[in-house]
């Protein structure tokens, strides 16, 4: 057996599914994404594209299955350590400026080494912004906000819910690059999309969820 064969994936669900009224939203589903890899999680609206994500995050309790992480089962409340969530609102305090948010979030979740929020902002094209009150804020510069966040993540798994949403073509590029840089640094990335946008142009693979009926 080759030494890559060995290593477990960074992320793998076993028989993962969720109702809801006692109906399925999805699963059973059996996937898993390797560092360096992206996983595209596409379907329309009501696919449960959202639902998967917040489970894996640990936001949702399953009714089946599990969740590994490097080869072993994590529970709900040790996930946080290990996966970023950007979700569709955008985790952040209205009446804090961007600093503030950025500085808060770090103390409150760890910090990658040797990153600031100044540098965040920066990466985000927030520079100009460090001091604007979030509640202030467009809802693409809240965006860009959330993805300096993410950045600033120790976290090796990002789960990415619509990440395109709300930014133009260069918020796009941003996307793309921070996911590309994300997959080349060791961790991963889960990208839920509908179809409307482009897949970020790394190494990725698919799952695609229908809705039930």
């Known amino acids: ?12 669900a076993r028989g993962l599914c969720f109702l809801r009224d006692a ?7 059996d996937f898993d994404v390797a560092a360096g890899e992206a996983l595209l999680v596409q ?20 009714d089946g299955g599990t969740v590994e992480v490097d080869g072993a089962p994590v529970a709900r409340a040790m996930r946080a350590g290990t996966m970023a969530y950007l979700g569709h609102l955008p985790g952040l305090k209205a009446d804090l400026d961007a600093i ?8 409150l979740q760890g910090c990658r080494a040797s990153q600031t929020a100044e540098r965040a902002l920066a990466l ?10 979030v509640r202030q804020m467009s809802a693409g510069q809240k965006k860009r906000l959330s993805l300096a966040r993410l950045w600033m993540s120790p976290a090796p798994l990002w789960l990415l819910d619509e990440p395109y949403a709300n930014l133009d073509l260069q918020g796009i590029e941003l996307v793309n690059r ?7 640094d060791g961790g ?20 695609v969820l229908d809705a039930v009926a």
Not at 43 to 62: D, F, H, Q, S
Not at 100 to 107: G, H, M, P, Q, S
Not at 124 to 133: D, M, P, R, T, W
């Open 1 to 12: 057996m080759s030494e890559s064969a060995s290593v477990p994936p960074l992320l793998a």
């Open 23 to 29: 109906r399925p939203v999805f699963g059973p589903l």
């Open 43 to 62: 379907g329309g609206n009501g696919a449960g594209k959202t639902t998967l994500l917040r489970v894996l995050a640990g936001l949702l309790e399953p």
């Open 100 to 107: 503030e948010n950025l500085e808060f979030l770090a103390r």
């Open 124 to 133: 985000v094209g927030l520079a100009s912004h460090a001091h604007l009150l």
């Open 178 to 184: 921070m996911v590309r840089a994300q997959l080349e």
């Open 188 to 207: 991963a990335a889960l990208v839920t999309t509908h179809g409307a946008y482009a897949a970020p142009p790394v190494r990725t693979r698919e799952l």
